[in-house]
């Protein structure tokens, strides 16, 4: 059931009226005008990617070449995208869905990972890097030189630490937060560009 708080939501009834799957479209449409990073021929990794608001984006708006998403959650077919369910937190699932990949390399890196939150800073805080690391490790192994991570966060007291420890693997690391990202949220975007 949806959030009555939602219901009001400029975003969320926008995205409603114009079929988007989620406010999430918004998010990246943000992100894409501000840094402009997607194009046409790119291959794309997409995490946590349920309703599918960041994919259709992709596959529709940008038509990009090929989407490779997972969620643990089911998610309906898209043009172009490759969906896998499962748990990334799952050492099985991860492993099959990275070799699900058929791309050898890829351009893009994204996720909007979140799991329920605990009401529990310390936990949540832990699973939002847990996600972060996962992302990060998937960069790792498939990225093409020169590509790029985008990837959501919690403003919490570790993310120092992982800012510092991803930026020895790319040139240029950018925070921000759409507009269309909730002003009371902790929600934020790590931008890192240019995979060395
Ligand atoms: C904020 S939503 C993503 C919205 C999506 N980007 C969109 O545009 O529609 C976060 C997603 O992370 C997924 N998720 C949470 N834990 C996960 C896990 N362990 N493995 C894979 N996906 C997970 C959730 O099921 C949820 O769909």
Redesign the pocket.
Known sequence: MIKKKYLNDFYYKKSKKLNL??R??FK?YEINNKFNLFKKYMNVID????????SLFLSKYIKVNSIYA????YMKSLYNVNFFK????NINDYNNFINFIKHDKVNAVIS????NTSGFKLIDNYNNINFLNIAFKISLKKLLKGGFLITKFLQNPNINLFIKKISLYFNEIKIFKPNSSKSFSREFYIIAKNFL
């Open positions: 799957r989620s999430s479209w990246i995490l946590g990617s349920s309703p599918g608001g960041w997972c969620d643990i959650i499962g748990d990334l937190n909007d990972m979140l799991s």
